[in-house]
T-cell receptor, first 115, second 109 residues
Framework: NAGVTQTPKFRVLKTGQSMTLLCAQD?????MYWYRQDPGMGLRLIHY???????AKGEVPDGYNVSRLKKQNFLLGLESAAPSQTSVYFC??????????????FGPGTRLTVL | KNEVEQSPQNLTAQEGEFITINCSYS?????LHWLQQHPGGGIVSLFM???GKKKHGRLIATINIQEKHSSLHITASHPRDSAVYIC???????????FGKGTKLTVNP
């Protein structure tokens, strides 16, 4: 099993460009999350999904959109990139939120630079 | 004030030392997670606990629900333990985790 994979691993964008980050998991997990990690700050939740076809806003959703058309994939879109979106983006998945299902599985991260 | 506070922010130890990393939180929780982020960036789950104590190899995690505090201990530390250790809590009934800022541990040979 590959676990959680993210595409791409690195990307450089110019201000105003758009892009989509892909997260894929092969564990049949219901919950998927997109986080950003910035120096000196903890992981911050951008958007999340509790199942196929559902999405919800997290702590820092502005400037991002998401879609979960298939259970195994969770896409994060930047419509018009800004330098403030320079960050490392992590995707994670879990099977639920109870003590027996809440183990978090993280992807390797995508390092995004917006010039 | 952050809902999850970790201390210390940075910790340097000599190989073989006993390490303690602390996590305090200010909200009611259903579970607390300890995660490890390797120097290469990957994040792995170490423990998830709602009460008591868990042990895996040289790592021990404890939680005191009444005091809203958890500790991660590493016995006989080794340079390969060098990483950022992250505490996260799931508030009761929430679908989201709240993360601490992490503790950077460096173990020197």
């Amino acid at each position: 099993n590959a676990g959680v994979t993210q595409t791409p691993k690195f990307r450089v964008l110019k201000t105003g460009q758009s892009m989509t980050l892909l997260c894929a998991q092969d564990m049949n997990h219901e919950y998927m999350y997109w986080y950003r990690q910035d120096p000196g700050m903890g992981l911050r939740l951008i958007h999340y999904s509790v199942g196929e076809g559902t999405t919800a806003k997290g702590e820092v959703p502005d400037g991002y959109n998401v879609s979960r058309l298939k259970k195994q994939n969770f896409l994060l879109g930047l419509e018009s990139a800004a330098p403030s979106q320079t960050s490392v983006y992590f995707c994670a998945s879990s099977d639920g939120t109870t003590i027996t299902t809440d183990t978090q599985y993280f992807g390797p991260g995508t390092r995004l630079t917006v010039l | 004030k952050n809902e999850v506070e970790q201390s210390p922010q940075n910790l340097t130890a000599q190989e073989g030392e006993f390490i303690t990393i602390n996590c305090s939180y200010s909200v009611g929780i259903s579970a607390l997670h300890w995660l490890q982020q390797h120097p290469g960036g990957g994040i792995v789950s170490l423990f998830m606990l709602s009460s008591g104590k868990k042990k895996h190899g040289r790592l021990i995690a404890t939680i005191n629900i009444q005091e809203k505090h958890s500790s991660l201990h590493i016995t006989a530390s080794h340079p390969r333990d060098s990483a950022v250790y992250i505490c996260a809590v799931r508030k009761g009934g929430s679908e989201k985790l709240v993360f601490g800022k992490g503790t950077k541990l460096t173990v020197n040979p």
